[in-house]
């Protein structure tokens, strides 16, 4: 009888979790894979802040090196250079979020409604979640996504690792060696004094 009772006090929890469930599948939602995705793009930006960014920069273009994006609706596709990169930080975007946002516009699941790379930085700076800006672009999972963002993450942490080696190489500065006291000059002998000469 007491059993039935926390079954029947259960019951509305257990309906909310599965209506809750439902709904996430139906909107395309990976919560999980969205979680493994936004995690990954944090530890990108923790790693990074102690690492060169010029460093970062690089690595994120030469992760993309042959890739063709789509920069707005009116330009032709090109690849992406430090510039694009430095324009994205200009939009008080981390290195994580840039590296997802890249990964979302350089594998969306089908070209020819393929949205430009503006087009998601602006649904991501109007205030959608990352899980819901994919949906958005088309994806039914994000498993292309977050094999790019983590190849990001491993290199960004391979640039702070060598960053924290190169720091604890380089010699701090020498202390200034204290300049000799002088030695005190010795006092000058007194001079003797003349023997007064007889008859004056």
Do not use: C
Not at 70 to 85: C, G, I, M, N, Y
Not at 132 to 148: H, M, P, T, W
Not at 178 to 187: C, G, L, N, Q, S
């Amino acid at each position: 009888m007491k059993m039935k009772r926390t079954w029947i006090r259960m019951l509305p929890f257990a309906v909310a979790a599965a209506l809750f469930a439902g709904q996430a599948a139906a909107d395309g939602v990976d919560a999980k894979a969205e979680q493994e995705l936004t995690t990954a793009g944090h530890r990108i930006d923790k790693a990074s802040a102690s690492a060169d960014s010029g460093r970062v920069t690089t690595k994120i273009v030469d992760q993309w090196k042959g890739t063709q994006f789509k920069f707005d609706a009116t330009s032709a596709p090109r690849e992406l250079t430090a510039q694009d990169v430095q324009d994205l930080r200009q939009k008080r975007l981390g290195y994580g979020e840039i590296s997802t946002l890249l990964a979302l516009t350089a594998k969306q699941p089908d070209p020819a409604t393929a949205k430009p790379l503006s087009e998601v930085v602006a649904m991501r700076q109007g205030g959608m979640g990352m899980g819901q800006v994919a949906k958005e672009l088309g994806y039914r999972n994000l498993g292309s996504v977050i094999k790019s963002v983590k190849a990001t993450e491993k290199g960004v942490g391979t640039i702070t690792a060598s960053t924290r080696a190169e720091k604890a190489e380089k010699p701090g500065k020498p202390d200034k060696v204290e300049k000799a006291e002088k030695p005190d000059r010795p006092e000058k002998p007194e001079k003797p004094e003349r023997p007064e000469k007889p008859g004056r």
